[in-house]
């Protein structure tokens, strides 16, 4: 079965955030002065969560990733992975997480059926690290990267939000990690979410980055396979891993977009970019699974079509990054 919305795209892909607490305090996701958390009441449960999995996966959803806050703060993740695992039909289950904890959880999220992870990683020098994120863990986070490449939970991405005047001096040494380390090494194009700081002449867009990284070699394109998302993916010549740009700014993929959001506490989003959420878990609390479809159903039918624009597009959503998941 597939899912189509009113725009005849094919939705096929969900983003669960399982939970909106952080281990990292990263400036620009969850600014300081934003100290409160959902109460656990409100978050969906596990059981919930799988539900959701089941009925949307008899519908036509493939592909999940599980994300937050950090995924990995929500107790008893390994066994949610394990039960998503099993639904029949979801073919590719991945997770984003900052790294701090994967050392400690890669062996078994890969035991529980976890196909591969997204590490955020906006700087490779310890100092600026414990800057950005407000905490001295770099060393923590490349081991887990280490640890995740070792159980095989590739490929490994690393997502790195590029900012002017932050880290835009060492988008060459990313890009020189992919010439010796498999890593597929990802530019995200920084965007206006809940309150963080953001301003238009901090945002390096995803042209210039392949600028500045074609001086390191011959950039050879890649096609994209069905679960690629929306990275523009290159490769330096002789490279083992792989460059991605993703330029929700610049340059919209919104013909492309597959996607549904379900945030901790149990709102359906159909668009990163739209403040429109259904209450996913009022349904599925009244209505059981049958809840579940009423929900698919409005949130498909709300799922924006923006377009696509050369040139940078702004459009603010309200909730804080660290809620949606990115
Ligand atoms: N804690 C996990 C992590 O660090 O990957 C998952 C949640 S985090 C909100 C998901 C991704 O959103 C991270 O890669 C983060 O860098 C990115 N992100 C947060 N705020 C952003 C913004 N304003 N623009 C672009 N990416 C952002």
Redesign the pocket.
């Known amino acids: 079965m597939e899912l189509q919305d009113r725009y005849r795209r094919k939705v096929n892909y969900l983003r669960i955030s399982v939970t909106d607490r952080?281990n990292?305090r990263?400036q620009?996701?969850r600014p300081l002065g934003k100290e409160d958390f959902l109460p656990h009441g409100e978050l969906l449960t596990f059981e919930e969560i799988l539900q959701v999995v089941k009925v949307l996966a008899e519908h036509g959803i493939r592909k999940v990733r599980l994300?937050?806050?950090?995924?990995l703060l929500r107790r008893g993740i390994t066994e949610l992975i394990e039960g998503i695992a099993q639904v029949e039909g979801i073919e590719d289950i991945s997770l984003?997480?900052?790294g701090v904890l994967l050392e400690r959880f890669a062996g078994d999220l890969k035991r529980a059926g976890l196909k591969r992870v997204?590490?955020?990683l906006?700087s490779l020098r310890p100092e600026r690290f414990a800057l950005i994120t407000q905490r001295d863990a770099f060393q923590e986070v490349w081991r887990g990267i280490e640890a995740a490449m070792k159980e095989g939970l590739e490929p490994v991405k690393i997502?790195v939000?590029a900012m002017k005047g932050f880290n835009d001096d060492e988008i060459e040494d990313f890009a020189r990690l992919t010439l010796r380390m498999p890593l597929h090494v990802r530019f995200?194009?920084?965007?206006?979410?809940g309150e963080?700081q953001?301003e238009i002449s901090r945002v390096i867009g995803c042209k210039e980055i392949l600028e500045r990284v074609s001086h390191l070699g011959r950039l050879i394109p890649i096609p994209s396979g069905e679960f690629d998302g929306p990275a523009r993916r290159f490769k330096l010549e002789g490279a083992l891993g792989e460059l991605g740009m993703i330029s929700p700014l610049s340059s919209h993929f919104c013909s492309r977009c597959n996607r549904l959001r379900l945030t901790p506490d149990g709102k359906l989003r159909a668009c990163l970019f739209s403040d429109e959420e259904v209450d996913l878990k009022a349904y599925l609390r009244t209505m059981g699974e049958e809840g579940i479809l009423v929900a698919l159903k409005e949130a498909l039918d709300k799922k924006p079509f923006i377009g696509v624009r050369d040139g940078f597009r702004i459009r603010k959503c309200q909730r804080g990054?660290?809620e949606i998941?990115?």
């Open positions: 952080c990292l990263c620009y996701c994300t937050g806050g950090e995924p984003t997480t900052n997204n590490v955020s906006d997502n939000v995200i194009e920084f965007m206006p979410v963080n953001w990054m660290h998941g990115g």
